[in-house]
């Protein structure tokens, strides 16, 4: 269970939300909406233990979530607004060094799976700075395919730059991912609808 508990946050002297609230069980899915500046990447960093708020807490298993560090982060995926690449890197070393630093072996030939089913076929070995915005979006999407190991999935904005094709790869992935009993939080400036899927909405 993911839990927020009235989180406050603050930066540079300016309340950015305050009483953000709300549980999240195994199964469902929380979006985050907002108007932009509202502090929907700065609630995802306050789960993912990245960033403290200023006031309230977020549980994890009714722990707090900053005191669990090393333990909370293998049960976590994290994927920003930015894909987070290494532009000197292809999108295989990049996935292979994702999932080695989140402590999950991967095979290249599972890495190379994964890509191809991202729509990256054919350029597993480009580097990334040669591919599109889109293509550098499901470069780092590929990292779901094989993320069931988590329990929590956090993503910001991650249908942005995606095609139609893509889009509805990514839906699916996450709906898989939920009815098997994991947790997707994710923000997202349309509406996201998954059939099939339990979402609980938190409004900043």
């Known amino acids: 269970m993911l839990a927020l508990r009235d989180i406050t946050c603050v930066r540079n002297g300016r309340r950015i ?59 976590l995926i994290y994927l920003g607004h930015a894909a987070a ?5 292809s999108p295989l070393e990049n996935l292979l060094t994702a999932h080695a630093l989140g402590g999950q072996a991967l095979m290249p030939a599972q890495a190379r799976q994964a890509l191809g089913l991202a729509g990256l076929r054919g350029h597993e070995d480009t580097l ?32 942005t730059a995606l095609d139609a094709a893509a889009a509805t790869w990514l839906a699916n992935l996450i709906r898989t991912r939920v009815q098997a009993g994991g947790m997707v939080v994710l923000t997202s400036h349309q509406d996201v609808d998954i059939p099939g899927v339990s979402q609980v909405v938190l409004a900043l």
């Not at 960033?51 to 807490?57: F, K």
């Not at 591919?131 to 470069?139: E, I």
């Open 128 to 159: 990334v700075r040669r591919l599109s915005q889109g293509q550098r979006r499901r470069s780092a999407l590929a990292r779901l395919v094989h993320g069931h190991h988590a329990p929590l999935w956090v993503l910001d904005e991650p249908f």
């Open 85 to 89: 690449l290494k532009d000197d890197l």
């Open 17 to 75: 939300f305050a009483g953000a609230s709300c549980s999240v069980a195994p199964g469902q899915l929380l979006r985050v909406q907002g108007a932009n500046g509202a502090g929907k990447t700065s609630l995802l960093r306050v789960i993912c233990g990245l960033l403290a708020p200023t006031q309230g807490e977020a549980l994890w298993g009714g722990q707090n979530i900053a005191s669990l560090r090393e333990e909370f982060g293998r049960q």
